[in-house]
């Protein structure tokens, strides 16, 4: 793909960041809300023209204190001062098994680079998502505007964020997590990341591995792994979890769908004519938006009963519980600028496109419409920020025992990619979550009492652990 010459001589701007040992101290202000009142924020300038929002979760033991924990609450795009603000509830901090992360770190969210209050933010044009676009172009007129598009979309990113945006992929962001470091003053970093946040704690590791005490990497992302398998990975994983959302309606009394067949009532409506009005916007959701807000709830179980309400709704001709709010807020920007970076399109021509939809088709006959993958794959078709960052081989090397989690019936992150992350890390351990949903940690009580027991101690689970 040709980049156009305005974003090529923009990458030619030196925005590399600054050396760590030239990072000032952090100047932390409390900024107290509702859900966290001791909450302190802060912001890092890491380089002539970015500067890093943070937001600390002071140790609530300060004398039996282990130092400070980064987080990433995934994405890409995930805002982790937001998350802090609201608790930390995005990292599972209200569950009990958490408390002592609580009592021995300072707990650290932090916003990447173009990311919610970092700055420059990725700000992208009102029409970056629209739903008379399908991400499965049906000819070779639908695909050249699905292109078109995609690369309007993407000039008008660059327009309205800078030249910032050719440098906001993960490679430079881990640069960013060393900057923290020093900033904190932390003699190594100690990480938890789920879904992209383990992308971005392996980076971290790749180039900086003798800085790391102890890292969690759950939900975990193999970005070795190129993407047109990455979204076969996806497509098979999410059919599979469509299909055990519908065994789960049929036994369960919290699904309103009991009693019916739920995946005949899905795939009614995914295939009603024209959509399905939204009251809320005013206008008809298509099949791959309400895919896409399926999808959603569908990847955390505890969601699961209020999906099954959301589709019944659906099937009756409100279709406001399966909007598809990711697609339509203002974060989506970061998450399609910044993976396009690291992941891009695979696809060469509409043939190639069309060809890999069948595949699509055949491996996930009710689920196809909306994976991560595809809406990655498909939005970063024409992108005219050149990719930064693409899946090659990745290799950890001389760091400290770094603790990788996959679930077993993981929609968004499949378990082999934990697998492959953890060969690509030597000296890694592998806990496999035998539950559903996205991460353990969100998901698992088992889970988390591992993930803390090791960032306590620094010591991994036995091998083989497996938590049911």
Not at 206 to 234: F, N
Not at 361 to 369: D, I, N, Y
Not at 408 to 419: F, I, M, N, R
Request: overall charge neutral; glycine content about 10%; proline content about 8%.
């Amino acid at each position: 793909m040709k980049a156009l010459a305005v974003v090529t001589a923009l990458t030619l701007l030196p925005l590399s960041a600054l050396p760590a040992s030239a990072a000032p101290r952090l100047d932390w202000k409390p900024c107290a809300t509702e859900y966290a009142p001791t909450l302190e924020c802060a912001n890092l300038q890491v380089s002539g023209t970015v500067s890093i929002a943070l937001a600390k979760l002071p140790a609530t033991d300060p004398a039996r204190r282990v130092g400070s924990l980064l987080t990433n609450p995934g994405g890409p795009g995930g805002a982790g001062v937001t998350v802090l603000k609201y608790g930390g509830r995005g990292f599972a901090l209200d569950k009990p098994e958490m408390a002592e992360v609580r009592q021995r770190f300072d707990v650290i969210g932090f916003d990447p680079r173009g990311v919610g209050e970092s700055r420059p933010a990725i700000t992208c044009g009102p029409d970056l998502h629209d739903p008379a676009i399908s991400r499965f172009p049906k000819s070779r007129a639908d695909y050249d505007k699905l292109i078109a598009h995609n690369r309007a979309s993407g000039t008008e990113c660059l327009k309205r964020t800078g030249p910032e945006l050719s440098f906001v992929d993960t490679w430079h962001a881990a640069d960013d997590v060393e900057a923290i470091r020093v900033a904190l003053d932390e003699p190594k970093v100690n990480w938890l990341g789920v879904s992209y946040g383990s992308e971005l704690g392996a980076v971290y590791a790749e180039k900086y591995p003798k800085r790391v005490r102890a890292m969690v990497l759950d939900g975990a992302i193999d970005h070795s792994r190129p993407t047109r398998l990455a979204v076969i990975d996806e497509t098979i994983a999410t059919e599979s979890a469509l299909k055990d959302f519908a065994k789960w309606c049929t036994t369960s009394a919290d699904c309103v769908l009991r009693g019916k067949d739920a995946l005949s009532t899905y795939d009614k409506l995914m295939a009603t004519p024209g959509g399905v009005p939204s009251k809320q916007l005013g206008r008809n959701l298509t099949a791959e938006e309400m895919a896409s807000g399926f999808y959603g709830a569908l990847i955390i179980p505890a969601f699961w009963p209020e999906l099954a309400k959301a589709v019944e709704a659906a099937a009756a001709g409100n279709a406001d519980g399966l909007a598809p709010y990711s697609q339509l807020d203002p974060s989506y920007g970061a998450y399609r600028s910044i993976g396009c970076h690291d992941f891009g399109s695979p696809f060469t021509s509409y043939a190639d496109m069309r060809a890999m939809q069948g595949v699509v088709k055949t491996l996930a006959p009710h689920g196809w419409r909306y994976t991560e993958f595809w809406d990655m794959a498909s939005g970063c078709a024409g992108w005219p920020v050149p990719s930064a960052y693409l899946p090659r081989p990745q290799k950890v090397k001389g760091a400290a025992p770094i603790l990788v989690v996959g679930g077993e019936h993981d929609p968004a992150t499949p378990l082999v990619w934990a697998k492959g992350l953890a060969r690509n890390i030597e000296n890694s351990a592998l806990l496999v979550d035998a539950g559903y949903g996205h991460t353990g940690l969100l998901n698992s009580a088992c889970v988390r009492t591992e993930e803390v027991k090791y960032l306590v101690s620094g010591l991994t689970p036995a091998p083989g652990t497996v938590c049911r």
